[in-house]
């Protein structure tokens, strides 16, 4: 058990509130008050749970950051996933990576319009498009992007850089060779049998 | 060796304006009009070069669509990644984001700081993001996200559902328990020694 602090209220908007308030707190201050409960007290979405709790025991066990996710289909989660960047070197191994993957792989499948995601964080812009790409039919999430932000991710600063023209970026954008590079596209129109997705 | 099509300009706005043209052209009226051509003429950037032609390649194989990618560091390639979504049933096995990971297992690392990449196509938000997350250091493309959504790629609505509100999104995103899924990112700040990324 621990104690819960008197900042910490109910509803969603005092919630966000306090939440704001303890990540932008004195580390100094922050001593002197009653630490946030980790303690799950509302863990009423039994596939959101499962989430937030591969999200909690991924840190625990150091494979890599703060993230889970599930896949449900028909009732049943068909496939987990957590955060793996670190653990396999690999920046795309977000939590709804990892688990759009493994849930195409259960299903034979290259879509997953029947199913719907859960995960601990609002998706980053690489997940959500993954997202979109599954085809999959509902997001449920519980962090937001900007949470991520306060605690070293940089899920809002990408959001910011995508909202931008290209000579705005951060990551400078060249475009060249854009003739050439058609002729893959003609091909494609013209090629007969073609797996579309 | 194709004729090649008295519509072709050779400076980047008339190819515009030839290629929105040609895509949205009435398929009787191609009929009578030279083919565009497939030969390339000017592929004066080798990396860019190699990037294209593993997209032209993929379509010929018939193992994905038409997208290419290859990663340099220090003047050479050390990764080529094609297109791999309906031979892997994965959504997610984009050019880039294949070639992301490829890269990094060659170089042991979850960044790529001191490399760049070559698309044969502007990135998707899914890969854009996991470029991003890479910290590659400069991103050189070829066709446009408009020029893939011609020919039935969904880069654009992406990029577009991105810039929308939760609620005017196509796939509904629903937030819950964020009080929980706080405690993973709580429990993260208080870890000792974690690998920040």
Redesign the interface.
Known sequence: MCGISPL?A?S?RQ??DW?VDYFSMDSRLKQHLPQ?C?E??????PF??RA?QL??D???S?QG????AVIVNDGKIIAEGVNR??I?????AHAE?VV??KA??RL?????KDCEIYT???P?????????????????????AA??S???F?DS???Q???RPFSQR????????????????????K?PN????
Not at 194 to 197: L, Q
């Open positions: 910490v109910r969603h919630f966000v939440s946030p980790n799950r007290k509302n863990m009423d979405n959101m749970a937030i999200s909690l991924n840190v625990l150091g950051g703060p993230f889970g960047v670190t396999d070197n690999d920046p795309t990576i759009i993957r195409c792989a034979n499948s290259f879509t997953l601990s964080c609002e980053c812009p690489m997940c959500l498009g993954a997202i979109y790409w599954a085809h999959l039919s509902r997001i449920h999430f519980g962090n937001l949470d991520a306060k605690v070293g940089d600063f990408i959001y850089q995508i909202a951060k990551i400078p954008m060249l475009q060249m060779m854009r003739e050439e590079a058609l002729a893959a596209f003609r091909s494609w129109q090629k073609k797996i579309s997705y």
